[in-house]
């Protein structure tokens, strides 16, 4: 080991994944995870840096050279405890956190083009730890007599639910849904995320004590009033998410064989419906299918497209390559899969049939003018340059906004003029006492990370208040 | 989990029953529904709640089978659990005293129009209530519309019971007795609708209609169930179901109920075969 010190290792390891040609045929996890051995080889690149600039990149401060130096001595579990210290989601978040953008562009190998693959070794030994059945409880507090109440069970309110039980205090999830996971079961496919990690997580967290309580709408089946003044909770957390979609308006939308990817995805993930008639749920892909939009939530849908059979997937982005905002990974199995991009182009209109079904797309060719102000540069119409694309399923994946229901029934929660609940940065405290906030509810569509972050911070808040009733 | 504590058939293809669903019996108003999701690998359908007892946690629903998750959910008996009901959802009705009051209902629209018509009643208003039916043994809750009416009609398709005809021709009889009315309300297929809003439009008569779209959460977040509504786009399971009739693109509703067709058909021919038994005596 000591030689390798001296020159350094560039060769990152690559992870197996499945065949494109086979996997546009099933719904299997792309990405097949490292062996024992890849995890060892990649573990013995990291330079264990004394100031670690991976771990300035990473929203939840994990641990990222001790858990790599514990992988080296093939102290797998350790390794995954040590993680836990920080993230309570590390099996997701090894699989679905945009590792290019935060540890691993932070990696002081990225200036060499090699960064250490840490999102695929914490993957590793989460799924290490689970498989030896080694998950661990931690020592959980003695019980505080307090109730906190965490509304929706997407990785922010499952961390929050996760600490606060181990803080001491009686935990309630409430989930919409009939579900525990939010976006983790109704919006990543299966073939990134296999939705058993997310219910071994929704387990383990069970097993802190946590109750669940779905098919709970808060707002329409119970309000925060009454959760606080009727049913004794002391403290209050939302993680509801941004999960109302957003159509572009434009005339067509209501045609048959135009989706939401929320529609689009949930049908599928959440409801199973790529297992029709097995499963209730129908859903219907045509043969030339269009998926409107950039980021992930695109990339998700236009692959689930290909895998229903869909003979044509594209994608019709209105700016170009560089500016997409999906992972760069996703992109690239989009690639190998089959999937057409097409750039700088945007929808006017969807055009119908005499029945009411898509026929076609009419969009508008793009130029890109001058940066606005995010910095990219805008994309601005060519006129006169529209053109018909040939294609009988629109998928509007363009974003999504707050679902208002609980901000209308809560009228003493500030929200900013986008609907998103206004909340402390540091504590996820909002405008009203006993209540907090956080994930993709006070900072609009983010990231998974950024969620179990605001969770950290909020459960802690949470305890402070709860112990001290300092507000 | 949720248990059905009391069954009743009005018809071999239309079913009641009553559910425990404390947290929804709490908050239900007039005009809300619920989500339900019959098993694991069931699909998520609407349905109104027809009437609640609050005290014991009980909601009423009436279904009528029409596909493979109403049928399947047809064969469930007292003691045994719906996976999930979620609600109250949507907007409760706008109840206010309007002075007459004309409810429309037409074949199960019946089991929604009747909480409505109950809150219009409470507000002190006068109703009257036209209900149609295919034939007299599809015609459903007749004596409990009865008991806060004051005026019935009936209208079947077939003359087997009340008025033979369509509830547009009783309705149009109606106004043009000189009834004086202020408000209807009317709940059905959406060709009726559509056509009760034709018939109230020269006599400039507010309708309030309430959408049967296809769902699938229920709380806003896929948008299947948007539809035009004057010009803007509305999601019926958050923004209504009940929405002004003279506003609805009534066709745009009944086409977007066409986009799984096939896929229903499917599914039930699938159920009827491997449960003949259910279907035996049933055309
Ligand atoms: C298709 C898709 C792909 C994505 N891919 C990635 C990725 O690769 N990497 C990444 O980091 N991020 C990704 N994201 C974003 C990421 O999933 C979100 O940022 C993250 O899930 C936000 O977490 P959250 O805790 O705020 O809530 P969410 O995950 O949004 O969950 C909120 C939960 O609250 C429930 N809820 C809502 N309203 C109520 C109510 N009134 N009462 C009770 N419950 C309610 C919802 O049903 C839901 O279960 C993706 C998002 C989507 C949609
Ligand atoms: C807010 C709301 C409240 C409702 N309340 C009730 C109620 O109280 N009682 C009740 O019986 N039904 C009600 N419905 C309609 C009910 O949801 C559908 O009948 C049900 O989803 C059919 O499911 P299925 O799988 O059995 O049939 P499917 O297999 O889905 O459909 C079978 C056939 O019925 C037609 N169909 C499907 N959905 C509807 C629909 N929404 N309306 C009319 N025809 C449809 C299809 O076009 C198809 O021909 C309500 C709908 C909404 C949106
Ligand atoms: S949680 Fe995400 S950002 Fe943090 S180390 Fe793991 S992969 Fe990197
Ligand atoms: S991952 Fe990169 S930055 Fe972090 S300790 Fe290893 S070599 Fe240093
Ligand atoms: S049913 Fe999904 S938004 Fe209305």
Wanted: aromatic content about 6%; some cysteine; glycine content about 10%.
């Amino acid at each position: 080991m000591a030689e390798k010190k001296k020159g350094l290792n560039l060769n990152r390891v690559d992870m197996p994944r499945q065949d494109p040609k086979e996997r546009i045929k099933n719904f299997n996890e792309v990405a097949l995870g490292y062996t024992e051995e890849m995890a060892v080889a990649e573990a013995e690149r990291c330079l264990l840096c004394k100031k670690p600039l991976c771990v300035q990149g990473c929203p939840a401060e994990v641990k990222i050279p001790e858990f790599i130096a514990l992988i080296r001595e093939r102290k797998f579990i350790e390794a995954a405890r040590k993680i836990k210290e920080t993230n309570a989601l590390p099996a997701v978040c090894g699989r679905v956190c945009p590792q290019e953008e935060q540890c691993e562009e932070m990696c002081v190998l990225n200036k060499k083009g090699a960064p250490i693959a840490i999102g695929r070794l914490e993957r590793f030994v989460a799924d290490y730890e689970a498989k030896m059945g080694a998950v661990e409880k931690p020592e959980i507090a003695p019980k505080s007599g307090k109730k906190v109440a965490v509304i929706g069970s997407g990785p922010g309110g499952l961390t929050v639910a996760a600490d606060c039980a181990i803080m001491g205090h009686e935990v309630v999830v409430f989930e919409a849904l009939h579900k525990p996971g939010g976006v983790l079961v109704y919006g990543i496919p299966e073939f990134r995320l296999p939705k058993v990690i997310v219910e071994r997580e929704v387990e383990y967290i069970k097993s802190l004590g946590v109750k669940f309580e779905c098919d709970v709408v808060v707002g329409r089946t119970v309000t925060i009033d009454d959760l606080m003044e009727k049913e004794g909770f002391d403290a209050v957390f939302i993680g509801v998410g941004a999960g109302a979609p957003i159509f572009m308006g434009i005339p067509g939308e209501t045609l048959k064989g135009v989706y939401s990817a929320n529609e689009f995805l949930t049908r599928n993930n959440l409801m199973k419906a790529y297992l029709f008639p097995e499963y209730d749920t129908p859903i219907k892909v045509g043969k030339k299918v269009a998926v409107v939009g950039g980021g992930n939530v695109a990339m998700d849908a236009v692959r689930t497209a290909l895998r229903l059979g869909a003979e044509e997937a594209h994608i019709v982005y209105r700016r170009t390559r560089k500016e997409m905002p999906a992972r760069a990974e996703e992109i690239e199995n989009a690639e190998e899969e089959g999937v057409i991009f097409n750039f700088l182009i945007n929808p006017v209109e969807i055009i119908g049939d005499e029945n009411g079904w898509v026929k076609g797309l009419k969009c508008i060719r793009m130029e890109l003018g001058e940066p606005d102000e995010s910095g990219r540069r805008r994309p601005v119409p060519i006129p006169g340059s529209e053109f018909i694309m040939d294609v009988d399923t629109v998928i509007m994946a363009i974003g999504t906004r707050a679902n208002p229901v609980i901000q209308r029934t809560t009228p003493d929660l500030e929200v900013n003029k986008w609907g998103y609940i206004v909340a402390d940065e540091e504590t996820c405290k909002t405008s009203k006492k006993g209540v907090f906030a956080g994930g993709d509810i006070i900072r609009g569509a983010a990231t998974v990370i950024l969620a179990v972050g605001d969770g950290k911070k909020a459960a802690r808040a949470i305890d402070h208040y709860l112990r001290t009733g300092e507000w | 989990m949720f248990k059905i504590v009391e069954k009743k058939d009005w018809h071999p293809t239309i079913c009641e029953m009553w559910v425990e669903a404390p947290r929804v019996a709490r908050k239900h108003r007039p005009g809300q529904f619920v989500i339900i999701r019959i098993h694991e690998k069931g699909e998520r359908i609407p349905l109104t709640v027809v009437d609640k007892k609050p005290e014991e946690g009980l909601i009423r629903i009436i279904f009528q089978k029409v596909g493979k998750t109403t049928w399947e959910l047809g064969t469930f008996k007292p003691g045994d659990y719906i996976a999930d009901v979620v609600g109250p959802l949507g907007q409760p009705t706008h109840i206010e005293k309007f002075g007459t009051v004309v409810g429309v209902g037409g074949g199960v629209g019946i089991a929604p129009l009747y909480p409505i018509l109950k809150g219009m009643k409470e507000a002190g208003n006068r109703l009257i209530t036209i209900l149609g039916a295919r034939s007299k043994d599809l015609l459903i809750l007749e004596d409990e519309v009865r008991a806060i009416s004051e005026e019935v009609i009936v209208t079947t398709d077939d003359g087997s019971y009340g008025k033979k005809g369509l509830v547009t021709d009783a309705l149009k009889e109606l106004i043009e007795s000189g009834e004086k009315i202020d408000q209807v309300v009317a709940i059905g297929p959406g060709i009726m609708m559509k056509f009760v809003v034709k018939t109230l439009e020269p006599y400039k008569i507010p309708c309030i209609v309430s959408l049967n779209a296809m769902m699938l959460d229920g709380t806003g977040m896929c948008g299947v169930c948007r539809i035009t509504v004057g010009d803007e786009v509305k999601f019926v399971c958050v923004d209504g179901p009940e929405f002004d009739g003279y506003k609805v693109n009534f066709d745009e509703l009944m086409s977007r109920l066409t986009v799984y067709r096939e896929e229903e058909q499917q599914a039930l021919e699938r159920f009827k075969n491997a449960h003949p038994e259910i279907f035996a005596g049933v055309e």
